[in-house]
């Protein structure tokens, strides 16, 4: 093994199977559907065809999400709140456990949106969906133009060990674990967009805040 490689080269690892494994369960749903179709044929029933249709769907919803949240495209500032929204909707709407209770339409940061801040909006509503394991509601506030404020509330949630600290980078990365690696990408990327992340224990759920500092100067995006 070359020794001189960056030791975040394990980041990328972890978060690539973190990925592969939240994929693997809907793919292998609609393929095991589409096994059960060609053996039964006419009599698999309408289950079946309703079982590939919703799994591939949460298929879907979860690349768009991730793409947004890791993926280059996902700094533009031409994605808006209510596209953040919709990806959330389209992995929560269908089970109905999360519900969103935010107006994606209300003022959200600053008036002239950084680079960055939209993904990293879609990455705190993915680190806030872990926190609620048994469902809740998932809420965004803008307080003026300096903060974004994501609310997690519902039964049992609460932060996963470890998280609070790999947001805000307090780790090194060879220590970056499956369970967090999301958080710690979130932290990197918001530090490379300028931005900042904090998390902390709220009223019966999490409160996740994307800081804007007032002299951010917008980096660019290629």
Not at 50 to 79: H, N, P, V, W
Request: hydrophobic share 45%; charged share 25%; aromatic share 4%.
């Amino acid at each position: 093994m070359n020794k001189d490689l960056p030791v975040d080269i394990h980041v990328l690892e972890i978060l690539a199977s973190k990925i592969c494994h939240d994929l693997i369960s809907p793919i292998g749903a609609v393929n095991n559907g589409i096994e059960f179709l060609e053996e039964m044929g006419a009599d698999a029933g309408d289950e079946v065809v309703e079982l590939i249709a919703f799994s591939a769907g949460q298929a879907s919803a979860k690349l768009r999400a991730y793409r947004m949240a890791y993926g280059a495209g996902g700094a533009d500032t031409s994605i808006k709140p209510e596209d953040v929204h919709a990806v959330i909707e389209a992995m929560v709407g269908a089970e109905k456990k999360i519900v969103q209770k935010w107006d994606p339409y209300a003022p959200l940061g600053p008036a002239e949106r950084p680079a960055g801040l939209c993904k990293i909006l879609v990455s705190a509503l993915l680190l806030a969906m872990d926190c609620l394991p048994k469902g809740g509601e998932l809420s965004v506030e803008g307080q003026g133009e300096d903060s974004i404020i994501v609310t997690a509330r519902g039964e049992n949630a609460g932060l996963r060990e470890g998280v609070g600290k790999a947001l805000s980078l307090d780790i090194a990365d060879r220590d970056v674990e499956p369970k967090v690696v999301h958080a710690y990408v979130t932290g990197l990327l918001a530090r490379r967009y300028g931005l900042r992340v904090s998390a902390a224990g709220d009223e019966g759920g999490v409160r996740l805040t994307i800081g804007v500092p007032p002299s951010l100067s917008v980096p660019s995006i290629g």
